[in-house]
């Protein structure tokens, strides 16, 4: 059809690189007001007002020549009179967001700090804090846009059009933009006090009430009150100690409090979308209005009670020192989205309905493995959290909803991760190049019964979320010179990787290297697990394929996360220079995954950060 189509219809990735160009501008402001009165030696109140200003514009232009603009041309192409004309105009296209966030935080605080005699000593503080955040967006796309000339054209996004060749029937013209608006709103009040024995006995209490306007419109709905306390034993004081050579820091440390997290998944108020109405010659359609979210009085603050245990140490001489701590929490009334009988009209609704319980330890050491004109210093952290849900009040999700998740939600099940990774069993290819899969313990191709198998028979691989952490920050300086380079390893945790799905390949081009290893031909199945394309296809057969345990692997990872370079210049006796350069998102040095993929970056390469920045010091 190029003799009668007004673009090129073919794709080819290389050439098309450079067709379309996205920019994203962020400016913030920043201003804080400090105001401290000294009332006595001991006393003082302080008042803090803070303003926070943030602003996103986000510009995507795609170029005339640009397979996204001559898709769509082409897709809405019709032949008359001998003629080939398109609804959409000939010309770029470009999409504009905008978004705006302020921010207003005051805060009035008492303070008191006192010594009583040689051995006492007490600190405290009282306040309250207040903090209302309004976020304001809007977005809108243009046709037939000229970007030397700044013009574009009118489109009718309310009519259907029929596509070229009556190959997708009838559609309307796809539109870009929205108007969202939103307010936060946070009340808080609370105190803190330590007293201190000796310099080596501490004992600290800290109370507080949050509210927030995200909750249900009970006051012990909206108000969340929470408390903490702990003791602390620094061992290297005590007599016992001050003749050994090892440490000179060496303090026991525990803590039992509860916190609040007020998730800003939703609202204890209905959300409700309208739509305007519309008038053309081909429709007309009054306005109306649907429910998006349904209001939930009952929601509260989610509360999590952690106790830890921790070590802080020392050696002599300052060559080592770090921590070693051990950490249990429990977590009630989690959030979730849950499950709703569809005769009520909705799908889902956010509730308050699991409970949570998890433990790990954290250790962190630092160490001067080299002092001199050449110096090198290790900062090294390891940490491991392994969580459990306990209990669950709401309904149990379905085998698709569950799957489809992939991890990055919340999907309660007792005794799983709150992140959890399922698959459908996987039997790979039959001679027919079809996925097969264990239905009652028997292979089946009934893909309908298959995504629909119970829970029970869905193989649970772990969290999406990595059970260890660790990270190796290592300094190097020579004089003036400084270079820093940051070690990030994750494991434990699992991702659902992409494939080929014909689906998205017939319906919306969407193609995955996948597919030239794909089955072709009588004895594929012993050489590839990729089923053969089909058309015309079966969505469950694709369902099927795409949620099963040939696509979930390890997400373990080593990365370079960050690069620091510094090197400090001497101007005279009064001024120090200090220039930086710095690179974020480095690079992968290993993966464990056998498909080379970046579990963190699926389908865009990290973007790598640079930064420059200079610092001038007055020296006394």
Known sequence: YNDILLKDWSYNPLTDLNKSNSQTAVDQFQANINIEYKVAPFLTINALYNYMQESTEQTTNYQEESYWVRNLINMYSQIIDGKTISAVPIGGIMNKSYAKLASHQGRLQVNFDRSFGEYHHITAMTGAELSTQPNNSYAFGLYGYNDHLKTFQNVDYTSSYPTFQNIFGQMSIPSYGDINSRLNRMVSVYANAAYTIKNRYIFNISARRDASNTFGVGTNRRWNPLWSSGLAWDLSKERIFKNQQIFDLLKLRTTLGHSGNSGGMGSSLPIIYYVPSTNNMINKIDPFAFIESLPNEDLKWENVRMLNFGLDFRTKGGRLNGSIEYFKKKSTDLFSYDPLDQTTGMVQMLRNVAELRGNGYDLKLSTENIRSTFSWNTDAWFSYVKDNVTKFYGNDPNTINLINS?????????????????????????????????????????????IADSLQYLHYYGSALPTYQASFRNSFTFKGATLNVNILCKWGHYFVKPSINYVDLFNNMKGHPDFEKRWQKSGDENITDIPAMIYPYNSNREVFYKYSERNVESAATIR?????????????????????????????????????????????????????????????
Not at 571 to 589: D, S
Not at 596 to 615: A, C, M, Q, V
């Open 406 to 450: 992939k991890g990055t939600s919340r999907s309660p099940i007792i005794q799983k991760s709150l992140y959890p990774i399922y698959a459908l069993r996987y039997a790979g290819l039959n001679d027919s190049g079809d996925p097969v899969g264990y239905l009652n313990n028997e292979k089946s191709t009934d893909y309908t019964k298959l």
């Open 560 to 620: 370079i996360q960050d690069i620091n370079i510094s090197y400090r210049f001497q101007l005279g006796q009064k001024l120090r220079l200090t220039a930086r350069f710095m690179v974020g998102n480095v690079g992968l040095i290993w993966r464990a995954n056998k498909s080379k993929l970046d579990p963190e970056y699926l389908y865009l390469p990290p973007t790598r950060n640079f930064s420059i920045g200079i610092n001038l010091q007055t020296l006394n």
